[in-house]
């Protein structure tokens, strides 16, 4: 099965100053072994993440691989993976069709896993996340880590799933119960 993710506030922590830097990406605390537990159980795991600090400038998309490989070398060392990375390097005054809450990024990955998104979960920690997932289909799940909780507090009637964070979801669709 094909698990789609956003990567700032699911994976790793957020900041509202943007993660510019390799250093700057810190994973949240047991998110990358719950990659790891999806991988050993034969899933393949996605990320699609808007970056729009590349098209503000704040840094470039050669910085941007750079973070990418530190997450993938660090997933490594936990005997993990991530199938693959899909971003959006637009800013909201690009109107494109990528970015989140848009559909782009995830109808491409659809394309190329060659997967229905009606059986694809999708963890995000922002209403983006959300209304992307629900767009297309998707089985959308919240986390309370990043975002999540001030997603939370200013939608208070989401009928989706809400964990405390990515590992609980992971224990929750490994073991068939997740809601």
């Not at 509202?16 to 047991?30: A, M, N, R, T, V």
């Not at 993440?49 to 660090?74: C, F, P, W």
């Not at 997603?151 to 997740?178: C, H, M, Q, W």
Request: glycine share 8%; hydrophobic share 35%; charged share 25%.
């Amino acid at each position: 099965m094909l698990i789609i993710m956003d990567r700032d506030g699911v994976i790793n922590q957020d900041s509202p100053d943007y993660i510019k830097s390799p250093k700057e990406w810190i994973p949240i605390p047991h998110s990358l072994n719950a990659i790891t537990r999806l991988n050993n159980a034969g899933h393949q795991v996605v990320v699609a993440t808007n970056q729009s600090g590349v098209g503000r400038g704040y840094y470039s998309q050669a910085v941007l691989e750079k973070i990418h490989q530190k997450m993938r070398d660090e997933l490594a060392a936990v005997g993990g993976r991530i199938d693959g990375i899909y971003f959006c390097p637009h800013t909201p005054d690009d109107h494109c069709e990528c970015r989140k809450p848009k559909p782009g990024m995830l109808l491409q990955i659809a394309k190329d896993y060659n997967a229905d998104l009606k059986q694809v979960y999708f963890v995000g920690d922002s209403i983006r996340d959300i209304q992307a997932a629900q767009a297309v289909g998707c089985l959308p799940v919240l986390v309370k880590t990043g975002n999540g909780e001030k997603t939370i507090a200013e939608n208070r009637f989401l009928k989706i799933p809400i964990y405390r964070d990515l590992s609980e979801v992971v224990g929750a669709l490994i073991e068939g119960v997740l809601t």
